[in-house]
């Protein structure tokens, strides 16, 4: 990945960083974290898990000889975009708490 994407994908995580100090404050404890990560990490995997059932699909389809689906293709997508939102949370929330205790 190229360091203009790196940068983007920082900058989007440093502001959800930036949204849930504002909207939630600091952790209470690293229990209050934990509970936030799998939270947030349940989150990004139940998107996930959504992918593999639609290119099954398109799989079937493809034996079948027919064309692949526009709208399979662009759920994908979605599917995508939101399980990249989630992930940003997930190292959010990571960096939420490794601020809290290691700043430089």
């Known amino acids: 990945m190229n360091e203009q994407y790196k940068n983007i994908i920082y900058k989007m995580i440093s502001g959800e960083v930036e949204r849930i100090i504002k909207l939630h404050g600091q952790f209470v404890d690293n229990h209050h974290f934990y509970g936030v990560l799998l939270e947030e990490l349940e989150e990004s995997k139940e998107e996930f898990s959504k992918i593999p059932v639609i290119v099954d699909k398109i799989w079937i389809d493809i034996r079948k ?4 689906s526009i709208v399979d293709l662009t759920s994908i997508e979605n599917i995508c975009e939101k399980t990249i939102q989630e992930l940003i949370k997930v190292a959010a929330v990571c960096i ?4 809290k205790f290691f700043k430089n």
Not at 65 to 68: F, S, T
Not at 96 to 99: A, G, S, V
């Open 65 to 68: 000889k027919e064309d692949v």
């Open 96 to 99: 939420k708490l490794r601020n």
